[in-house]
Nanobody, 124 residues
Framework: QVQLAESGGGLVQAGGSLRLSCAAS????????MGWFRQAPGKERDFVAA????????RYADSVKGRFTISRDNAKNTVYLEMSNLKLEDTAGYYC?????????????????WGQGTQVTVSS
């Protein structure tokens, strides 16, 4: 069993930056695909970014390309999401997930474990 804990969320002005972390415990994530998703109130949990176990394969949602960067440090059992040029529409709860499948997938149902989330609020 693995536990995921997100941190780093907060209130930021539009155009600002935040760095989210997802720390795993209970087992190593070094051979797992990791992803970030976000969910606004009343909406579905949407894909943001995913990274393969090696870091070689990365995918982003079109809405965050060029602004967000996903990375991982397997030695620290941690995944990161660097967010820059934040927009009002980036406001959401951000969740990291672990997929036991082989691909850096954007499909929410392929992720087996989730953290509790961290709130990001972008103000004007």
């Amino acid at each position: 069993q693995v536990q995921l804990a997100e941190s780093g969320g907060g209130l930021v002005q539009a155009g600002g930056s935040l760095r989210l972390s997802c720390a795993a415990s209970g087992r190593s994530i070094s051979t797992s695909v990791m992803g970030w998703f976000r969910q606004a109130p009343g909406k579905e949990r949407d894909f943001v970014a995913a990274i393969s176990w090696s870091g070689m394969y990365i995918r982003y949602a079109d809405s965050v390309k060029g602004r967000f960067t996903i990375s991982r440090d397997n030695a620290k059992n941690t995944v990161y999401l660097e967010m820059s040029n934040l927009k009002l529409e980036d406001t959401a709860g951000y969740y990291c997930g672990l997929s036991q499948g082989p691909w850096a997938t954007r499909t929410r149902q392929t992720y087996d474990y989730w953290g509790q989330g961290t709130q990001v609020t972008v103000s004007s």
